[in-house]
């Protein structure tokens, strides 16, 4: 434990130059009272000067936009965070939402001769035997890494994708102060622990990992083009594993037409109206039917090819839905349209990580009023984005927090149905989700599912039965050795130990002077009941005394408990 601690204090000593360069930044954005770090302000070696606002203009910008501001300024893992975060209704308000939807992370390209050297470096071989042409000039240029355009050496034009430089650890260096950040926020600020910044920050860090192992892309793609195979509406770049790692990703090149331009779409005879209508029903097919989606599908991550096939692009971070939670959702979807408040409060429950609210009843009231607030309309004019996000709004004054992934879904159908609208404004997107839904709750009485689902629950009762009399001697052995152990965690007050470190003080002090009040009354009366002859005559004087002072530590006793209300 001393070690880690010790490892930890080196750790940030070596950060404190980005830490600096963090804290800095959101103080030029007009956040020094905001982020409550102004204790810091000597160990990061920061001016008064330097918190003094230099630019009024800047600070009259609105709160969420010099969020989103600073965020862009210190680069590729806070862009990443906030784009993550604005999937994440349960934490941001709509003005926060609106912001950091705004978030791209275009940034200058690196040199394309380094990019050469990477690319010879983790295919272990020269360029020439792998690419019959290379193109040192990069096609587009994100914040983790860019895109080159090559040939194989069959002629096979690939999009060869090539993680930036040292990016891996200027990554891990922040993630290590967002995570330090969080639990300090945790440990300080009762508002802030209540959104759980600590598992928002570890929920960042894993989905920035995978993202950053292109590998795992890879098999995105692979299992992405595997539940979409026969079908001729989209079409998944191929993977080539061969010439791939985790820093360079070598894919198919294809290259069509913008999904949100439809005068361009019409113009190479492409329909902009049943294009809609595909993209609608491939968003649900993905989400209902396998559980398995693409988080980000907005125009900047898809092409389109003649006569009309979606091809996605950016397979780092993707969704995945149990069955269970897929039927939750389709009757949370189903009991909307049909303004079922007790089916979609029930759907709700099953898909909340807590599983139960305090007042079931307030929330079947709260949705049946946000049903006939924004639902009670036609099904042609019914906006499945904007009602889901409104409906965020409402699990989070009843403190229902969900998966992840189904922030994200409802970032992807929102971004999807936006897209959908823009080729078709007449576009009906519920209606092309109803199927889908009703498809996972009518699968639910399927034979062949109930079938599987009891073969599944008699396996595991099986598996249950086996195991319970050896863990439950386990058990017993270690409670009869007194080695059972029951763990538990106390959520102190924000300000830390102090508050209890005072209360159990001031509880020692009254027992203490409680027992000292006691043995100085007793003393005396010994000493004025004792043998006075001799040299004792003095003791009744001495006895006398001491209850005078004993009296006296009694009575303050019996004033300070009155005056604190415990009599």
Not at 225 to 238: E, H, L, S, T
Request: net charge negative.
């Amino acid at each position: 434990m001393v070690f880690k601690h010790i490892r930890n204090v080196v750790e940030i000593y070596h950060h404190l130059p980005r830490y600096r360069e963090i804290f800095l930044t959101f103080f030029k954005y007009g956040f020094v009272d905001l982020m409550k770090f102004v204790h810091l302000q000597k160990l990061l070696e920061i001016a008064d000067r330097q918190l003094n606002p230099k630019n009024e203009e800047l600070h009259r910008k609105p709160l969420a936009e010099r969020f989103r501001m600073a965020l862009e300024e210190l680069g590729p893992t806070f862009i990443k965070f906030g784009q993550i975060l604005s999937s994440r209704r349960d934490l941001v308000n709509e003005a926060f939402y609106n912001e950091l939807r705004k978030l791209q992370d275009s940034v200058p390209p690196f040199p394309g001769d380094e990019a050469l050297k990477i690319v010879e470096r983790e295919l272990g071989r020269p360029l020439g035997e792998v690419f019959k042409t290379f193109d040192v000039k990069s096609l587009a240029a994100a914040s983790i890494a860019q895109v080159h355009r090559a040939t194989l050496l069959d002629g096979t034009e690939v999009a060869v994708k090539i993680r930036r430089p040292d990016i891996a650890k200027v990554i891990e260096i922040d993630v290590a102060i967002l995570l330090d950040v969080a639990h300090f926020l945790e440990t300080q600020d009762e508002e802030f622990a209540a959104l759980n910044p600590v598992g928002v920050a570890q929920e960042f860090a894993r989905v920035i990992e995978r993202e950053m192992d292109f590998t795992n892309e890879g098999r995105n793609m692979e299992r992405f083009a595997k539940q979409f195979k026969g079908n001729r509406w989209i079409r998944v770049p191929r993977f080539y594993r061969e010439f791939s790692t985790e820093s360079v990703l070598t894919m198919e090149y294809l290259s069509g037409y913008r999904m949100d331009e439809p005068e361009q779409l019409r113009a190479h005879g492409i329909d902009p109206v049943p294009l809609g209508e595909r993209i609608s029903r491939l968003i649900f097919q993905q989400v209902f039917k396998h559980g398995f989606f693409h988080g980000d599908p907005h125009p900047g991550n898809a092409t389109i090819l003649s006569p009309g096939v979606l091809v996605l692009y950016d397979y780092g971070m993707m969704g995945m839905l149990s069955v269970p939670f897929r039927e939750n959702i389709a009757n949370m979807v189903v009991g909307l349209v049909e303004k079922d408040s007790r089916m979609v409060s029930r759907s709700l429950l099953g898909m909340s990580e807590e599983g139960y609210v305090e007042e079931p009843r307030l929330l079947e009231s709260d949705v049946e009023a946000f049903a006939q607030q924004h639902l009670d309309c036609p099904l042609k004019d019914l906006k499945l984005g904007f009602v889901l996000n409104r409906l965020l709004d409402l699990l989070v004054n009843h403190k229902l927090r969900m998966k992840a992934d189904f922030y994200l879904g409802v970032k992807a159908l929102t971004q999807v149905e936006a897209s959908g609208r823009v080729l078709d404004p007449d576009l009906n997107f519920v209606r092309f989700g109803e199927p889908y839904a009703m498809e996972v709750i009518e699968g639910k009485f399927d034979v062949k599912q109930i079938l599987k689902n009891l073969y599944s629950t008699i396996g595991e009762t099986a598996d249950f039965l086996k195991d319970f009399p050896q863990e439950a001697r386990d058990l017993y052995e270690r409670i009869r050795s007194g080695r059972f152990r029951i763990p538990l965690e106390h959520r102190f007050d924000p300000k830390g130990f102090e508050p209890l470190r005072s209360t159990l003080n001031h509880i020692t002090n009254r027992l203490v002077e409680a027992v000292l009040a006691a043995a100085i009354l007793v003393c005396s009366s010994i000493l004025i009941l004792a043998d006075h002859s001799n040299l004792w005559h003095f003791l009744p004087v001495l006895g006398i005394i001491g209850l005078v002072i004993g009296g006296g530590i009694a009575l303050r006793l019996i004033a300070a408990i009155w005056r604190s209300g415990g009599m």
